[in-house]
């Protein structure tokens, strides 16, 4: 046999390691928490959220996905979750999902697909020549849910595609574990991120100064 024979049968025999059987630790919730918190994708303090409210914590997923480490880790985490599920798609909605998809399809390994679906005349789309074949089993994964919208609308589409929806994984679940769908749902991280009103805001109401995350001095 050549050494050009073996390097493919190699490749072969790796390719046949059934998915659910490679090893993933799991991510304890402190470890994930502390990587939120380093990226400063959590922030702790005093601020006023896109809606005018007032709170005591931030969430910026973008922040904690720009180190492709944590992303990976991340990734990794939710692939564990679903590892027993066989499943051939991860898809993700743009744009929260589009990193998210491609490492949890890196971590489930073997011939896994990423895609992402975006909107298109208002409506959630496979664009891009990205398909789904009737019976795929597809696990939906997103950064962030508040009312989990995104998410459904991506599950509705899968749906209409034949694809078999087998699970939706999340990094952080800011419902405080109250959104549910018609399949499991995975969540790294469960926050439930009280937002008040500036009369009722018990931070104001300290003298603690408020901040505007995402802005920059001028
Ligand atoms: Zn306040």
């Known amino acids: 046999m050549s050494t050009q024979d073996r390097s493919e049968k190699d490749i072969t025999l790796i390719n046949q390691v059934p998915p659910e059987n490679r ?11 502390a990587m939120f918190r380093q990226s400063q994708a959590l922030l702790e303090g005093h601020f006023r959220l896109t809606s005018g409210r007032h709170s005591n914590q931030y969430m910026q997923c973008a922040q904690v996905l720009q180190y492709p480490a944590y992303a990976s880790r991340l990734g990794q985490e939710l692939a564990r979750r679903f590892q027993k599920e ?4 991860v898809i993700g909605p743009a744009m929260g999902g589009v990193v998210l998809a491609q490492e949890v399809a890196r971590a489930l390994g073997g011939s896994v697909r990423s895609l992402f679906a975006e909107r298109e005349n208002g409506r959630m789309a496979l664009r891009r020549g990205f ?12 950064d962030v849910i508040t009312t989990g919208g995104s998410v459904q609308e991506v599950l509705e589409l899968v749906g209409q595609l034949g694809g078999k ?3 939706v994984g999340v990094l952080v679940d800011r419902s405080g574990g109250k959104v549910q769908f018609p399949v499991r749902k995975e969540a790294v991280l469960t926050l439930d ?12 109401a300290q003298g603690l100064p ?7 001095p001028v």
């Open 131 to 142: 398909w789904l074949q009737p019976g795929e089993k597809v696990l939906i994964v997103e």
């Open 210 to 216: 408020i901040v505007k995350p995402g802005s920059r």
């Open 86 to 89: 066989d499943v051939q798609v």
């Open 165 to 167: 929806p087998v699970g």
């Open 193 to 204: 991120i009280i937002a008040y009103t500036e009369e009722t805001c018990p931070y104001c």
């Open 23 to 33: 090893l993933i630790e799991p991510l304890p919730e402190e470890k994930a928490l």
